[in-house]
């Protein structure tokens, strides 16, 4: 059987970036999903966004739900401060591996744990076998059904803290609008819509800031 899409995208990165360099490994991404396959990584529009977040946040424990291909892993850990730690979690196993693959050419596997498996499951046992405490950043980017149920588990498992952060991919397109409902109605969070586009695309789409009260 042929190649997958992730695949070629892994081989693009071989192909097109510098071992080591994760900008390179960023835009060698972008390039082949503009030019010859869309993928549906957060992109460069919404990548900017998602950079100044976490610059200012500057975690020292983040979350990411929905790992893919390890683009937006890839983001998120090449920002990180020394000694901080990115979570991802991807349950299908033919992503996570290409994941895997992708993070270590970008030299970022030091900084990143990724754990194969499903957020309803994982996330429960994310204080007894990782030992952490709270989560300071939360990347949302998995199924969109998936975000207010997640967010209700880390509050339930008292994985957030005051400050902490959620930023969730896709609010407008493909939309999550229970998810917007919930943050933007909840008294515990104060809440932030960032415009752009659709990665690869001139459509709209954008991320939700949404920062936990406590
Ligand atoms: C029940 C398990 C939940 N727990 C889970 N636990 C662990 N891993 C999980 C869980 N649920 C899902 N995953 C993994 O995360 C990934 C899933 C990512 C999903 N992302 C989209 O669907 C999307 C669509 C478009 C789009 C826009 C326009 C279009 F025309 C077409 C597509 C754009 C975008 O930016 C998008 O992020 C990965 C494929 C999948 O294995
Ligand atoms: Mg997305």
Request: proline share 5%.
């Amino acid at each position: 059987t042929g190649s997958s899409r992730p695949q070629r995208m892994l081989k693009a990165v071989q192909k097109n970036a510098t071992k080591g360099d994760p900008q390179s490994v960023i835009s060698a991404i972008d390039h082949y999903c503009r030019h010859k396959e869309w993928a549906m990584n957060v992109g460069d529009d919404k990548g900017l966004i998602l950079d100044s977040v976490l610059t200012e946040v500057n975690p020292s424990t983040a979350l990411e739900l929905g790992t893919y291909c390890g683009y937006s892993t890839v983001r998120i850990a090449r920002l990180l401060s020394p000694g901080s730690k990115l979570f991802t979690v991807e349950f299908n196993p033919a992503f996570a591996e290409v994941a895997r693959q992708i993070i270590a050419y970008a030299g970022l596997q030091d900084k990143v744990t990724l754990v194969e498996g499903s957020s309803g499951d994982l996330i429960p046992k994310m204080k007894e076998q990782f030992g952490i405490k709270y989560f300071d950043f939360v990347f949302l980017d998995h199924w969109k059904d998936r975000y207010v149920p997640d967010t209700k588990l880390l509050e339930d498992c008292g994985l957030l803290k005051k400050g902490s952060v959620l930023l969730a991919d896709n609010v407008i397109c493909p939309g999550a609008p229970e998810y917007l409902k919930y943050v933007r109605n909840s008294p515990r969070y104060e809440s932030r819509y960032y415009k752009s586009n659709l990665e690869y695309t001139k459509v709209e789409d954008g991320l939700e800031k949404s920062v936990f009260l406590g």
